[in-house]
């Protein structure tokens, strides 16, 4: 369930990049001069709005995507340091053996 939300969530983030790229900074909707350059289609006004809205949709889907993955997922994850873990006793290297002396 975790992998299917955090593809979602993953996709509701490019989407969300992308139309704030989208965006001109005036205002003015989709990044073109004027509202002739889309062939008439919205006006400059009725785009901005559209994209407008569709920010404010996908941050909010982007907002309750994240919370919903921080508290499925919260303390499955617990990190460790190695200073915590106690060091097993079998780890102390082994006496050498001695070499036998051939005897003659």
Known sequence: MSTVLLIIHLFVTLA???????????GGGLGIGSSQ???????????AN??????AILASIFMVLSLTLALMNRGTGAQKSLLDTPIPASTAPAAPEKPAVPTN
């Open 37 to 47: 350059g889309m062939g008439s289609f919205m006006s400059g006004r009725g785009t």
């Open 16 to 26: 969300l990049i992308g139309v704030v790229l989208i965006q001109r900074s005036e």
């Open 50 to 55: 559209l994209l407008t809205r569709a920010t």
